[in-house]
């Protein structure tokens, strides 16, 4: 016998509920948790330090939730960290140039990285992993020929950059006020901007996109750009936090990106994401990690547990999605 409309409705309610603010619920869920296990970590204090950590990450997940949102990947944007901070802390180690014209060359460089992956992949047709796979040790690489130079370390010692790390602003975190504004400009670009709206159709129906005269190459080609550019901030933020550049910078970054853009909703298949979501799943991601820092759980162990979530945000994706026939 089959279900009744009512009972039909209160299904696809409880469904829309779940789609909707299923992993609000779970970061809500899991703050009471670890508050209940540890009184340190519900203290205004962490909280803000929670903000400051997930920074790097939130900054970072939010190019690859546009690069999500058109089907694709970038598996290059921790190398793209690694340059962005690199190049930064070079210039200004040489004397070449000031804290900002530093960074400005650094964005574009990045940038640029970006845009060669949205080249190879939506001009030439070459599949969005090889591509990023391959651009992740070639720009790493690049970036190590220049930290050598410098014996693989580059101490950061600059106003501003400590600003960025320690600065407030009517007593609140810097950092956190940026995460937010980035976010903020994130959520305008995809609900508020014409190309916000291609970004959407294009990775729902490349095919009908075309033929409703969207510039679909131009459109991907943009969301690389843009996750390069977030990931030389997301560099620069790193350089700003740690005082200090090293060949460590970035390596591992773009799959806690991936788990905080799943846990948000994003699909591989693209047409669906919410950035803001995307922030909860950022801050879900950095919950955990500090939960861990504070009982002093091996880093080896917080890396096996962010490799479970990344399986745990699909499997969670895949059940709050509705069946498409």
């Not at 305008?188 to 969207?214: D, P």
């Amino acid at each position: 016998m089959g279900e009744s409309p009512k009972e039909v409705k209160k299904k696809e309610f409880l469904q829309d509920l779940l789609e909707r603010f299923g992993i609000a619920l779970v970061a809500l869920l899991m703050f009471v948790i670890f508050s209940v296990l540890s009184s340190k970590f519900c203290s205004s204090g962490n909280i803000f330090n929670v903000f400051k950590q997930i920074s790097i990450i939130a900054i970072l997940s939010i190019g690859m939730t546009f690069v999500f949102m058109i089907g694709g990947m970038d598996l290059s944007a921790g190398s793209n960290v690694m340059l962005g901070a690199v190049v930064t802390a070079a210039l200004l180690q040489s004397g070449k140039a000031s804290i900002v014209p530093a960074m400005c060359i650094a964005l574009i460089l990045c940038m640029i990285m970006g845009m060669l992956n949205g080249m190879l992949i939506e001009v030439l047709k070459i599949n969005c992993v090889i591509v990023t796979l391959g651009s992740q040790l070639a720009i790493r690489g690049l970036a190590l020929v220049i930290i050598k130079r410098y014996n693989s370390w580059i101490w950061m010692k600059d106003p501003l950059l400590k600003f960025v790390n320690t600065g407030t602003v009517l007593g609140i975190p810097f950092l956190f006020l940026l995460v937010l504004i980035l976010y903020l400009g994130a959520w305008v670009a995809f609900h508020r901007t014409a190309y916000g709206r291609q970004v959407y159709a294009v990775g729902g129906n490349e095919k009908t996109a075309r033929l409703c005269g969207i510039n679909t190459v131009r459109v991907k080609v943009i969301c690389y750009v843009i996750s390069g550019l977030t990931a030389g901030l997301a560099g620069i933020v790193a350089a700003a936090r740690l005082g200090m550049v090293s060949t460590t910078v970035g390596i591992g970054m773009e799959f806690e990106a991936v788990t905080a853009v799943v846990l948000g909703g994003a699909s591989l298949k693209g047409g669906e994401g919410n950035v803001l979501k995307t922030l909860i799943g950022a801050v879900i991601v950095g919950m955990i990690a500090n939960f861990m820092t504070l009982f002093g759980v091996d880093a080896n162990y917080q890396s096996a547990v962010t490799g479970a979530f990344i399986l745990f945000a699909a499997i969670f994706n895949r059940m709050t999605q509705r069946d498409v026939a």
